[in-house]
């Protein structure tokens, strides 16, 4: 059974960093396209990021390319969002989610979803 648990969330100012992790159990990440989603209080869950399941080809939300990176390491099974610059609108709760081999921005896509992590920010 696929499992995946999400960790690395909190409280961080305006401007600051952190890094999310997902670590998944029951099968391997190298043939899986992981993907970020986030979903703030009172709004539907929305597309962050997403990475192939080589590696190669990373995609982003506009509202946040420039500011986080997606990441995996097939080697520990783990995926990572590194968030820097944060803004109090990224605000929310954080999923990770994993999909055959390629990467997509479409949640409904998704076969495997981790239980979230919140992160705050505050101004």
């Known amino acids: 059974q696929v499992q995946l648990v999400e960790s690395g969330g909190g409280l961080v100012q305006a401007g600051g960093s952190l890094r999310l992790s997902c670590a998944v159990s029951?099968?391997?990440?190298?043939?899986?396209?992981m993907g970020w989603f986030r979903q703030a209080p009172g709004k539907e869950r929305e597309f962050v990021a997403t990475i192939s399941w080589s590696g190669a080809g990373t995609y982003y939300a506009d509202s946040v390319k420039g500011r986080f990176t997606i990441s995996k390491d097939n080697a520990k099974n783990t995926v990572y969002l590194q968030m820097n610059n944060l803004k109090p609108e990224d605000t929310a709760v954080y999923y990770c989610a994993a999909k055959e081999y390629y990467p997509s921005a479409r949640e409904y896509e998704y076969n495997y979803w981790g239980q979230g992590t919140q992160v705050t920010v505050s101004s």
């Open positions: 029951g099968r391997t990440t190298s043939s899986f396209a």
